[in-house]
């Protein structure tokens, strides 16, 4: 079993910062990578950044220059530093892990439970 949980959501004012937080728990054999995705209300989720244990990352073009993922691998943790935020920006921010279970053979994605962002005008 693999426990992700997110935190650093929150309300903010447009052309502010966040930082979101995600550290995947439990009886993990392995990591591959780790990502932020986003669902806003009415929209299908989306990615916003990946990064792999290697360092590896990707971002979604609405959010390339302004948001930052990183890792800190020993603490299997990933960060989403989020800039000049705008109200476009507003979703539930989703953790997602990719996995390997101590009692799995292959990998598996595990989702945390989402923290909101709400970006005010």
């Known amino acids: 079993q693999v426990q992700v949980v997110e935190s650093g959501g929150g309300l903010v004012q447009a052309g502010g910062s966040l930082r979101l937080s995600c550290a995947a728990s439990?009886?993990?054999?392995?990591?591959?990578?780790m990502g932020w995705y986003r669902q806003a209300p009415g929209k299908q989720r989306e990615l916003v950044a990946t990064i792999t244990v290697g360092g590896s990352t990707n971002y979604a073009d609405p959010v390339k220059g302004r948001f930052t993922i990183s890792r800190d691998n020993a603490k299997n943790t990933v960060y989403l530093q989020m800039n000049n935020l705008t109200p476009g920006d507003t979703a539930v921010y989703y953790c997602?892990?990719?996995?390997?279970?101590?009692?799995?053979?292959?990998?598996?994605?595990?989702w945390g439970q989402g923290t909101p962002v709400t970006v005010s005008s």
């Open positions: 997602k892990v990719v996995a390997r279970g101590s009692y799995r053979l292959e990998t598996d994605d595990y």
């Open positions: 439990g009886t993990i054999f392995s990591i591959n990578a």
